[in-house]
């Protein structure tokens, strides 16, 4: 009998506590972020052959949650959160060559894998509050309105979702303000960092937490995290069942919560080949594994908003993963793509093969062009975060057509939608929410 699994903070080893209560509290009590005691190690061949996405999720994720009270519910989780899939699609016009589509959830990007299976969790889980609990997030486009979509009419749940006014895509501004009932949008005066700032200080106010129960369902929940592993997982695995061999991945990169996931499930003896992260102009990442020290800041607007991050939240937990620093950095690549190499090679891939790619996902499709006219001929998957079709402010002049919209998107936009105007001040989300 192996003993559970338990998880710390990453600043900490002690106390170690079990993955439900970790999945509770999202952010360690000292302010780190948590993580396994040790990643555990997992045979490929204990995967189903012809299981579903959520089948090899609840393989991959038993090790995680052996012995805690969710173990009984783990199967149940994952059949609930993973009601679509991620197919691996090979591109006709490029040898070995995939692309990993994350974005057929009900609001058409990765985000929806974690935000679902975290509203499985909490939804399991006792609360010894009799008062609603109010759910805040900040986003940069696309995680609030996962988030919002996990618990739509969740009794005793309220979601409150702040978003820098004028800094998302049209499509990503009605979706985050047309779902209603328990979901409020507020468009701050601000950006995200802002956003963060205000959900941060209002999440440890004690005394505003004594008044309103509040929560968090941000990126560095470890239940988003680890629930992102299980598509690599499916994917990898089935191309080695294949092909014999592992399977590469490029993702494209902002917190570093997709990428982590990616590294975890290589950790864990999966046949995860090399992992390459794609950024945009933000280049915290790619300075540091270009050598410079790891230097945090300001993040700067670019095409693929969602990726505009200067800090990327996840990166303690990456140190925590390897320690050795020279091995990190020969372990992973980040480059860094500009605006216009995004906007090039959206035009590019839609004139020549037809293809069409969200600005994120044509970050990490750069990253390959440029692999493959220095000659690899190796397997890469593309990881595809979101639709073309959500920013298609963007993407529908660049390729000079109206793309179609997928149906769950469609109906979100079929929807009123409103967001309330909100200063960029912590003072500001206090009264809102003391009043509101
Ligand atoms: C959130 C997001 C990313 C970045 O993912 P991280 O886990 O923050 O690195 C990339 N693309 C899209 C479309 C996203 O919504």
Redesign the pocket.
Known sequence: MKEPLRYHSTRHAEPAVPISQAIAAGLAPDGGLYVPERLPSIDPAAFDPHGSLADTAATLLAPFFADDPLTDELAAICTEAFTFDAPLRALPAHPNTMMLELFHGPTS???DFGARFLAACLRRLPRNDARPLTILVATS???GAAVAAAFHRQPGIRVVILYPDGLVSPRQAHQLGCFGDNVTALRVAGRFDDCQRMVKTALNDTALQAQLPLSSAN?ISLGRLLPQMSYYAHAAVGWWREHGTPLNFIV????????LACLWVRELGLPVGAVRLACNANATLPDYFAGAAYTPREAVATL?N??D?GA?S?FERLRWTFPDENRLRDLLRADSVADATIRQTIATHAHEYGEVF?P?TATAMHRLDRLRDEGDTSPWAVVA??HPAKFESVVEPLIGQRLAVPPALAAMLARSASASPLPATDMALQEWLTTA
């Open positions: 990007a990765f985000k486009g696309d995680t990126s494209p990169t902002g917190n570093l919560g997709n990428a693929a969602a990726m991050v990327p996840n969200c994120h975060t979101a």
